[in-house]
């Protein structure tokens, strides 16, 4: 008999959140987590992503806390759109509960979120730096915090917000609640987690390949100059449905949504440096529907959480392979099947072995016959003849250094190492030779 949500020990205001939504079965995170999340014990929880993570920590948090206990729910998101995201999913499976959740997050006007603390609501989501900002300034306090929950750890404790974490979970109360949740954890990350929890349970739901097994993924080979023409290429001639591209730097994000709508593609970029009424906006439509193709970098990425995205492209091949993990999670949500693509340059094979490794998982090459590779730009054969030039003076110094040289028109094979001295060894026996007598 498989298990349903109404075996767990949920509030009756919370599970007729859930029947509104029409969720019957709990996934494996979500039935491994929520029973113990329930007793109050710390958790330290790992599943692939798209496996309903948020809901695993949402429907506890909505259940352990009651209406009117301000400030006792804080969950920490790396980014806004996973903030607004988590918000959203909240609101909706606790609309009969009572609780008011409340977005806190950068880029919004602090005006505006003021007098959304100043309702008490019981349960804060929000970014590290906005939600240390707003308590610095007395809108909110984290000493009445009952349970706080970090989403992404991964990415919320590497070097960027590890400060501000520390900050945060030192001002909470000692005898607060800790879940921490995240689709990869690193031995260095789970070690950092723990500093943080008082002997929490670990609970991973990703068994056997960490990336999603319902990805069908490819790697595609490509000179750096091809890059655009071969992403152009395959957004013609394959026609994919809804598409996220990933790139690793924003200016990147921006050339490529110039290039795709010169080139007649419905195509939209998100990154951290757009404002957020324009984010907002492209994840309504992005949500709705109505886009073809996103185009975003690593962080934005964070809180795209929506179901109907058919492929992903890397079209920079990620240099930490947990975000590859991540990227193509993006797809194949909730079950469903996907496809992955990846642009890989010649000098980047290690790299790609450095993922196969990671996902325990041999990505299969993808020929394109009818990709014609165009020419190798004049800019880029004269930087590599100057490269090469360079190379061959600083051998010759260091060979004049050594004391040795190449005769001129001379076969290196016939000297070992292709050098031959030019002068006497410094030391010599001078014609004696020592031996028994």
């Given at each position: 008999m498989s298990v349903t949500f109404d075996d767990f020990d949920l509030v009756e205001d919370v599970l007729d959140g859930v029947d509104d939504e029409g969720f019957v079965n709990p996934t494996m995170i979500q039935s491994m987590l929520i029973p113990v999340a329930l007793t109050g014990k710390d958790v330290l929880g790992q599943a692939k992503t798209g496996t309903g993570k948020t809901a695993a920590f949402g429907l506890p948090l909505l259940s352990l806390i009651d209406p009117g206990d301000a400030f006792a729910g804080l969950v920490l998101a790396p980014t806004r759109e996973l903030a607004l995201q988590i918000t959203s999913e909240l609101q909706t499976l606790g609309k009969h509960s009572g609780l008011k959740v409340v977005a806190i997050y950068g880029g919004d006007p602090i005006e505006k979120q003021?007098?959304?603390?100043?309702?008490?609501?019981?349960?804060?989501?929000?970014?590290?730096?906005?939600?240390m900002d707003m308590e610095r300034r007395g809108y909110l306090r984290f000493d009445k915090i009952q349970v706080a929950i970090l989403d992404e750890v991964d990415r919320m404790l590497d070097i960027g917000f590890r400060e501000d974490i520390r900050r945060i979970m030192s001002a909470c109360p000692k005898d607060r609640q800790t879940i921490f949740v995240s689709a990869t954890l690193t031995e260095e990350i789970e070690k950092l987690a723990r500093q943080y929890m008082n002997n929490p349970e670990k609970l991973v739901a990703s068994a056997g390949s960490l990336t999603v097994s319902v990805v069908e993924q490819h790697y595609l080979t490509v000179q750096p100059w091809d890059k655009k023409r071969l992403l152009v290429?395959?957004?013609?001639?394959?026609?994919?449905a809804l598409t996220v591209v990933f790139c690793r730097l924003k200016r990147v994000v921006d050339d490529l949504e110039k290039l795709l709508r010169d080139k007649g593609i419905d195509a939209v970029a998100i990154h951290g440096d757009m404002r957020q009424s324009r984010r907002n906006s492209v994840m309504s439509r992005l949500r709705t529907g109505e886009l073809g193709v996103l185009i975003a970098s690593d962080l934005a990425s964070r809180g795209i959480d929506v179901e109907g995205i058919s492929h992903v492209i890397n079209y920079d091949l990620p240099e930490d392979p947990d975000l590859y993990i991540h990227r193509i999670g993006r797809t194949a949500r909730a079950g469903r099947g996907g496809v992955a693509w990846s642009l890989v340059t010649p000098e980047q094979g290690a790299l790609l072995t450095e993922i196969e490794n990671r996902i325990n998982t041999h990505i299969p090459f993808m020929d394109y016959p009818d990709f014609k590779p165009g020419p190798e730009p004049a800019a880029v054969r004269e930087r590599r003849e100057q490269e090469a030039a360079r190379e061959e003076r600083s051998k010759q110094?260091?060979?004049?250094?050594q004391g040795k040289v190449l005769p001129q028109g001379s076969d290196e094979k016939k000297f070992p190492g292709g050098v031959v001295p030019t002068k006497l060894p410094p030391k010599r026996l001078g014609g004696r030779i020592s031996g028994r007598r």
């Open positions: 003021a007098k959304r603390l100043a309702q008490k609501p019981e349960i804060i989501v929000g970014t590290p730096g906005r939600v290429h395959l957004l013609t001639h394959e026609e994919p110094r260091t060979l004049q250094r």
